[in-house]
């Protein structure tokens, strides 16, 4: 196990059930802010070692994001392949039956790897509360992922990072890796306030065209044949390229490690928002941050999926939840920015000194649970 510090994990709590022979366990990092957050993953392999990492990460997204909300996660040891459906729910009822003693108080679960819609109505239902999980169906209340609360805050992000530097998003040209959830949304928006799209990538393939992608267009191809790599005219180069194009912004909306230290100088981004997980390692944002490239990291840019859970967790409509994240979104990225200029820090050692500072805050007005 990871060495205990100031912050936490304050809880690891062990579950086991004989009869389904279910193994899990639930690692509370910090409450200092509110009931820990984070999803339950479902897998063969995990870990405490894993999941006290993952909590810590979600201590610092709530605080970031400026929630009522510490940090937690969750792993129930199972092959989702190799079990049964029935199985499967009889694992996730006695694994909400061994939580309850922490849920909803300390520990607010949602769906994570192998764990959907069905799982976190099988939590709520058998804990009795609404408020022990996010991510439940739309009948209880649930705001599903598709809503584009992600593509949403990752927007606006982009929004307060063009205004940062003293530009206007009409002139500005984009590259969006990635056109699923989070791509799409994004897409969608910054095409409406007239942003040009110059280049798509997804997993067959990126697609360029100097002077315009249409988002409707895109959107059709992408359904009809499912890759935007079959849109016409426009030139086709690999999925790797995307990172070449000549474009002020670019959006990460795909897969982690896309830009590697040798890519440094050749990239030729003004902004590049960070709508995916870890697309590069912080030495790599520090390399990018002395060259003068304004990265918004993804702990403050793709917080709009968390902003959503809280929103559900708290009985919120549709719209709420828009309104919130755009505020939320806007009103961090406003202060990680500023800080960022003015101690000439690039903006994820901000962000981290925004979230620690909140949490220590907290710490000091609240005892632990
Ligand atoms: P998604 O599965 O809906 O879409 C992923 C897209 O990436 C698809 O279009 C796929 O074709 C494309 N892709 C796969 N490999 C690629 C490659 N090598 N090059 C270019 N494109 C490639 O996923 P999503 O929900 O949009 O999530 C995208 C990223 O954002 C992930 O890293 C995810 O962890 C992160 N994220 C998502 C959310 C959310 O709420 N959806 C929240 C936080 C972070």
Redesign the pocket.
């Given at each position: 196990m990871e060495k205990f510090d100031e912050f936490g994990p304050e809880k690891i709590l062990q579950v086991y059930d004989p009869e389904t022979g279910m193994k899990g366990f639930t690692v509370v990092d910090n409450t200092a802010l509110g009931p820990g957050k984070g999803g339950i993953r479902m897998t063969p392999t995990v870990t405490v070692e894993e999941v006290f990492k993952l909590a810590r990460t979600m201590t610092w997204k709530c605080a970031l994001a400026d929630l009522p909300f510490g940090g937690a996660k969750s792993g129930i040891v199972a092959d989702d392949k190799k079990i049964s459906p029935e199985m499967k729910k009889k694992i996730v009822k006695a694994f909400a039956e061994g939580i309850k003693v922490i849920a909803p108080d300390v520990y607010v679960a949602a769906p994570d790897m192998n764990m959907a819609e069905e799982e976190m109505e099988i939590i709520a239902k058998t804990i009795g509360s609404k408020k022990a999980c996010t991510g439940k169906p739309k009948s209880m209340g649930g705001l599903p992922?598709e809503l584009g609360?992600?593509?949403f805050g990752v927007y606006h992000a982009t929004l307060v990072a063009i205004k940062h530097l003293g530009l206007n998003v009409k002139d500005m040209t984009v590259a969006i890796?990635?056109?699923?959830?989070?791509?799409?949304f994004v897409a969608k928006f910054l095409s409406n306030d007239g942003a040009k799209i110059i280049a798509v990538?997804?997993?067959?393939?990126?697609i360029y065209n100097k002077n315009g992608l249409d988002y409707n267009k895109l959107m059709k191809v992408?359904e009809k044949t499912g890759?935007?790599i079959n849109y016409v005219k426009c030139e086709k180069r690999d999925?790797?390229d995307?990172i070449s194009i000549d474009a002020d912004i670019l959006i990460?909306?795909?897969?982690?490690d896309?830009i590697k230290d040798k890519d440094v100088n050749k990239l030729k981004f003004k902004i590049i928002s960070q709508?995916?997980?870890i697309?590069m390692t912080a030495e790599t944002e520090e390399k990018l941050h002395k060259k003068g490239v304004l990265v918004i990291p993804?702990f403050v840019a793709?917080?709009?999926?968390?902003i959503?859970s809280y929103i559900e967790y708290i009985g919120g409509s549709e719209k709420k939840m828009f309104k919130t994240v755009e505020e939320k979104i806007t009103k961090n990225t406003r202060l990680v920015l500023e800080l960022s200029k003015k101690k000439n820090i690039k903006p994820r050692d901000a962000g981290m000194e925004i979230a620690i500072d909140r949490v220590k805050k907290g710490m000091k007005c609240r005892p632990m649970k």
């Open positions: 992922h609360s992600t593509g890796e990635g056109f699923g959830n989070v791509g799409t990538s997804d997993s067959k393939g990126t992408k890759t935007v999925c790797e995307i990460t909306a795909a897969i982690p896309l709508g995916s997980n697309p993804d793709n917080a709009g999926g968390v959503s």
